[in-house]
């Protein structure tokens, strides 16, 4: 391992929560002898296994075969057929069709309620009307959209057709969201007039008409009237802008019908920041990624038929396409959906909504769970929170004290937490501690949840012992890993099955400990984590030098109590520009409106020149020490030009 990857791995947290006996009684898994038996059937007979847990869903055609091949490219679930949108919305009829499928609360605090029957019921229509858009089977469709109930009939119309979606988080701007069209060539892209946020508009359908002008391949655009002209005027372009409600009102639901497809047919792209400028287009295909929400759903949320679960993730990442959409709706749950920010119009607006709606299961991230513990404890304990039974937490590792606060002041310790690891390319949770079956420490994310084979190695692909950090890695495939890269399967090669040849590996350095139990210490490669949202250093620095005052850029993280990792980069400037707080701010606003504004970096230093080895690779490692005000440590003989780094020390004082 070169010293850029260095993995450190310290942890005293040697508390245990055991969960309660009245929950563990009620609880789908009970043990950790039950656990451990399932997960034993899992990897010895998937076959079985998959069979039974996915009997409830839908297949048109079961499978001959459960894998075939051998990674990186391995396929589930060989020869069934199906249309996810069955699983999902349809075998709920009979018996769930008055059951509120989705429960939204916008951010001024109207609520809208979609009963499973209804939420069929414009997923049809709306299918119909893609299909008389000319979208068909295999097509793409771009989706540029807030939290809106539409989003969600949006993706699952798409899944009916077979056309892949590719939702574009609401927060990137119109150079982003051109460039992820681009690569997948999306045929229509879903938008609407504006959305909420903190009182003011965000203008989506503006920014999409800025980044249409040069995406070639897109043929209309769909905009769902949510603010209205009050709010968003819009601009409708004749012959490629349509309104959502006249093409939906006009359908004919006899179009809608369900298109059944093999089990390996792509069901949506989602891209994320790699360590190079260019994000990847994650690849989920049908049968795999079905399987793998529904089962971590109904487990991890030990799922029942009154609860009302919410998940707060944005749909435009991985946690809304798998735990807001496709594993809650395939097991019937009720779905709670927020449109706006969590401290709009103060920061008691979650137990607000906790209290108003009696949410008893609540998925949130770290860096949510920070700025509650900074806003202040009295913005939550003012709310009845009693409905809530089971707390989860995703996206970057919870600090300890975080876990204790969100145990006590959210869960009134009452509540078991779940700390789901997963990624976009993993599709579904992978590590967890089981709520009902087993303790949870604070701080790790537990054990491997059924069919996942996880591994911490050192960089020559050995095992270490137990409490030594390494890489973490998967021995084996698993049905909702991703399928390749989006047009570059050179790239899902190399980036993930090159490290440890003839294994996954997830980026990600590890350790576990003497119960089994795994603790993530973050990433090793050039990807942040700030706010729960991967960046990629490499897209930040491309932004930067994008600019015209920018001759070089290195973006690092720096630890942040609040955001977990906060943004600092190293700029050097061309000649003839001048550093100072005007630059910075137009250099802050750039990356702002090149990536979007929750990438624009925190700080920025200006230095005469960056530290490089010899190679002329960036040296993040000091820069990292330097950012967090440390002291630079380790072996420096690599460095081109020693001068720079007092240099940088100087302009940091
Ligand atoms: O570093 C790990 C961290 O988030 C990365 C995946 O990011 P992304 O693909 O954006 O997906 C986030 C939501 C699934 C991982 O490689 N990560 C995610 N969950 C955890 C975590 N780190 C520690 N503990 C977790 N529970």
């Given at each position: 391992?070169?010293?850029?990857?260095?993995?450190?791995?310290?942890?005293?947290?040697?508390?245990?929560?055991?969960?309660?006996?009245?929950?563990?009684?009620?609880?789908?898994?009970?043990?950790?002898?039950?656990?451990?038996?399932?997960?034993?059937?899992?990897?010895?007979?998937?076959?079985?296994?998959?069979?039974?847990?996915?009997?409830?869903?839908?297949?048109?055609?079961?499978?001959?075969?459960?894998?075939?091949?051998?990674?990186?490219?391995?396929?589930?679930?060989?020869?069934?057929?199906?249309?996810?949108?069955?699983?999902?919305?349809?075998?709920?009829?009979?018996?769930?069709?008055?059951?509120?499928?989705?429960?939204?609360?916008?951010?001024?605090?109207?609520?809208?309620?979609?009963?499973?029957?209804?939420?069929?019921?414009?997923?049809?229509?709306?299918?119909?009307?893609?299909?008389?858009?000319?979208?068909?089977?295999?097509?793409?469709?771009?989706?540029?959209?807030?939290?809106?109930?539409?989003?969600?009939?949006?993706?699952?119309?798409?899944?009916?057709?077979?056309?892949?979606?590719?939702?574009?988080?609401?927060?990137?701007?119109?150079?982003?969201?051109?460039?992820?069209?681009?690569?997948?060539?999306?045929?229509?892209?879903?938008?609407?007039?504006?959305?909420?946020?903190?009182?003011?508009?965000?203008?989506?359908?503006?920014?999409?008409?800025?980044?249409?002008?040069?995406?070639?391949?897109?043929?209309?655009?769909?905009?769902?009237?949510?603010?209205?002209?009050?709010?968003?005027?819009?601009?409708?372009?004749?012959?490629?802008?349509?309104?959502?409600?006249?093409?939906?009102?006009?359908?004919?639901?006899?179009?809608?019908?369900?298109?059944?497809?093999?089990?390996?047919?792509?069901?949506?792209?989602?891209?994320?920041?790699?360590?190079?400028?260019?994000?990847?287009?994650?690849?989920?295909?049908?049968?795999?990624?079905?399987?793998?929400?529904?089962?971590?759903?109904?487990?991890?949320?030990?799922?029942?038929?009154?609860?009302?679960?919410?998940?707060?993730?944005?749909?435009?990442?991985?946690?809304?396409?798998?735990?807001?959409?496709?594993?809650?709706?395939?097991?019937?749950?009720?779905?709670?959906?927020?449109?706006?920010?969590?401290?709009?119009?103060?920061?008691?607006?979650?137990?607000?909504?906790?209290?108003?709606?009696?949410?008893?299961?609540?998925?949130?991230?770290?860096?949510?769970?920070?700025?509650?513990?900074?806003?202040?404890?009295?913005?939550?304990?003012?709310?009845?929170?009693?409905?809530?039974?089971?707390?989860?937490?995703?996206?970057?590792?919870?600090?300890?004290?975080?876990?204790?606060?969100?145990?006590?002041?959210?869960?009134?310790?009452?509540?078991?937490?779940?700390?789901?690891?997963?990624?976009?390319?993993?599709?579904?949770?992978?590590?967890?501690?089981?709520?009902?079956?087993?303790?949870?420490?604070?701080?790790?994310?537990?054990?491997?949840?059924?069919?996942?084979?996880?591994?911490?190695?050192?960089?020559?692909?050995?095992?270490?012992?137990?409490?030594?950090?390494?890489?973490?890695?998967?021995?084996?495939?698993?049905?909702?890993?991703?399928?390749?890269?989006?047009?570059?399967?050179?790239?899902?090669?190399?980036?993930?099955?090159?490290?440890?040849?003839?294994?996954?590996?997830?980026?990600?350095?590890?350790?576990?400990?003497?119960?089994?139990?795994?603790?993530?210490?973050?990433?090793?490669?050039?990807?942040?984590?700030?706010?729960?949202?991967?960046?990629?250093?490499?897209?930040?620095?491309?932004a930067l030098?994008s600019h015209?005052?920018v001759?070089?850029?290195?973006?690092?993280?720096?630890?942040?109590?609040?955001?977990?990792?906060?943004?600092?980069?190293?700029?050097?400037?061309?000649?003839?520009?001048?550093?100072?707080?005007?630059?910075?701010?137009k250099l802050k606003a750039h990356v702002g409106q090149e990536?979007?504004?929750?990438?624009a970096?925190?700080?920025?230093?200006?230095?005469?020149?960056?530290?490089?080895?010899?190679?002329?690779?960036?040296?993040?490692?000091?820069?990292?020490?330097?950012?967090?005000?440390?002291?630079?440590?380790?072996?420096?003989?690599?460095?081109?030009?020693?001068?720079?780094?007092?240099?940088?020390?100087?302009?940091?004082?």
């Open positions: 391992m070169t010293d850029d990857k260095a993995i450190a791995t310290f942890s005293a947290e040697n508390r245990r929560f055991e969960p309660s006996a009245a929950f563990r009684e009620r609880a789908r898994i009970k043990s950790k002898a039950d656990y451990e038996r399932l997960y034993r059937e899992s990897l010895d007979n998937p076959d079985g296994f998959w069979k039974r847990e996915t009997s409830e869903l839908v297949f048109e055609r079961p499978w001959r075969t459960v894998t075939e091949g051998q990674l990186p490219h391995v396929k589930w679930f060989v020869g069934a057929e199906l249309n996810v949108t069955k699983s999902c919305l349809d075998r709920h009829l009979p018996a769930r069709k008055d059951k509120r499928a989705i429960v939204w609360e916008s951010e001024p605090g109207e609520v809208r309620t979609l009963t499973y029957g209804e939420l069929h019921a414009e997923v049809v229509r709306f299918a119909a009307a893609l299909r008389g858009l000319g979208v068909q089977k295999g097509d793409r469709v771009a989706i540029y959209m807030g939290m809106v109930p539409e989003v969600v009939v949006g993706m699952l119309a798409c899944a009916r057709i077979g056309a892949a979606h590719s939702v574009v988080f609401g927060g990137f701007a119109a150079e982003s969201l051109r460039d992820r069209i681009n690569d997948c060539q999306a045929k229509v892209v879903l938008t609407q007039d504006g959305a909420w946020r903190r009182g003011s508009v965000v203008p989506l359908k503006a920014t999409v008409d800025k980044a249409v002008l040069s995406t070639p391949s897109i043929e209309k655009v769909v905009v769902l009237r949510r603010l209205g002209d009050e709010h968003a005027k819009v601009e409708m372009k004749a012959g490629r802008d349509v309104w959502w409600h006249e093409v939906s009102e006009a359908a004919d639901p006899a179009g809608g019908a369900p298109e059944v497809v093999d089990a390996e047919h792509p069901l949506f792209i989602l891209y994320t920041s790699g360590s190079t400028g260019k994000p990847k287009g994650v690849l989920h295909t049908t049968a795999g990624y079905l399987a793998g929400t529904h089962v971590s759903t109904k487990y991890v949320f030990d799922l029942r038929e009154d609860d009302v679960y919410w998940c707060t993730a944005d749909v435009g990442w991985v946690t809304g396409h798998s735990y807001i959409v496709y594993g809650p709706l395939s097991n019937g749950a009720t779905c709670l959906m927020y449109e706006g920010a969590p401290n709009s119009p103060d920061w008691g607006r979650f137990w607000q909504i906790i209290a108003k709606h009696q949410v008893s299961v609540l998925y949130t991230a770290p860096t949510a769970i920070r700025a509650f513990i900074r806003a202040g404890n009295e913005w939550v304990t003012k709310h009845d929170l009693s409905s809530l039974r089971l707390l989860g937490t995703v996206g970057e590792p919870i600090n300890p004290e975080a876990w204790i606060w969100y145990h006590e002041v959210v869960g009134q310790k009452r509540c078991p937490i779940v700390d789901t690891w997963w990624q976009t390319e993993t599709g579904a949770i992978m590590m967890v501690t089981l709520p009902g079956a087993v303790f949870a420490k604070p701080g790790s994310t537990g054990l491997p949840f059924f069919g996942v084979k996880a591994e911490v190695v050192t960089t020559d692909g050995k095992a270490v012992g137990a409490n030594e950090g390494g890489l973490l890695v998967r021995r084996q495939s698993w049905p909702s890993m991703l399928r390749t890269i989006w047009g570059d399967d050179e790239r899902f090669v190399q980036q993930y099955f090159s490290e440890i040849p003839g294994n996954y590996f997830t980026g990600d350095g590890a350790r576990c400990d003497e119960d089994g139990y795994f603790h993530v210490v973050g990433r090793i490669d050039d990807v942040l984590n700030v706010s729960g949202h991967r960046i990629g250093t490499a897209e930040i620095e491309s030098v015209a005052s001759a070089e850029a290195a973006a690092v993280g720096r630890p942040d109590d609040l955001k977990g990792q906060a943004l600092v980069v190293f700029v050097t400037l061309k000649p003839g520009f001048t550093a100072g707080p005007e630059l910075t701010q990536i979007g504004k929750f990438a970096p925190d700080d920025i230093r200006f230095a005469e020149s960056l530290p490089k080895t010899r190679s002329g690779k960036i040296m993040r490692r000091l820069l990292k020490d330097i950012a967090a005000g440390r002291e630079t440590a380790g072996d420096v003989s690599t460095l081109e030009d020693l001068n720079v780094l007092s240099k940088l020390r100087a302009v940091d004082e």
